[in-house]
């Protein structure tokens, strides 16, 4: 079984330049001279525009409309490029910090991937899932945050 790496040193990642000109496009619109629109939301006004963009991925899926799935999920990305927008402006976290758990949490729980246990069905990658995910819980519930 091959172990994977992370941190491909010199390498910029696929589209990074491309998120980052969203991340900008965000803070204009939501500039004092940007969307009047995009600058009255807060995290409870957009959550209908999450539920809507991701019943579309799910259309988009179910119909194997490639297309329109690149476009949705399009959307789905800026919901958390927004949500991360509102987040930093608040002083609770950054799009680099939702990127960072995300990592963090993708390597935890694939030790069959990054580390030294091997798993060879998908049941056993599950069974695995579940419970260091249970874990996790459980330790924040204790008190301390990974």
């Known amino acids: 079984m091959t172990k994977h790496r992370l941190g491909v040193k010199g390498r910029k990642l696929a589209g990074s330049s491309s998120l980052r000109a969203l991340?900008?496009?965000?803070?204009?619109?939501?500039?004092?001279?940007?969307?009047?629109?995009?600058?009255?939301?807060?995290?409870?006004t957009l959550l209908k525009y999450l539920r809507e963009e991701s019943g579309e991925v799910s259309q988009a899926v179910r119909r194997r409309d490639w297309d329109n799935l690149r476009e949705e999920l399009g959307d789905v990305l800026l919901q958390v490029v927004f949500h991360s927008a509102l987040a930093r402006r608040a002083g609770h976290f950054s799009l680099g910090d939702v990127i960072k758990t995300v990592?963090?949490?993708?390597?935890?729980?694939?030790?069959?991937?990054?580390?030294?246990?091997?798993?060879?069905?998908?049941?056993?990658?599950?069974?695995?899932?579940?419970?260091?995910?249970?874990?996790?819980?459980?330790?924040?519930?204790?008190?301390k945050r990974s």
């Open 23 to 44: 991340v900008k496009i965000m803070d204009m619109l939501l500039s004092p001279g940007g969307c009047p629109w995009d600058r009255r939301q807060t995290h409870s």
């Open 103 to 143: 990592n963090s949490k993708m390597v935890r729980r694939h030790p069959h991937v990054f580390g030294g246990s091997g798993l060879d069905t998908p049941a056993q990658v599950l069974r695995q899932w579940k419970i260091i995910k249970r874990a996790e819980k459980k330790k924040r519930r204790g008190g």
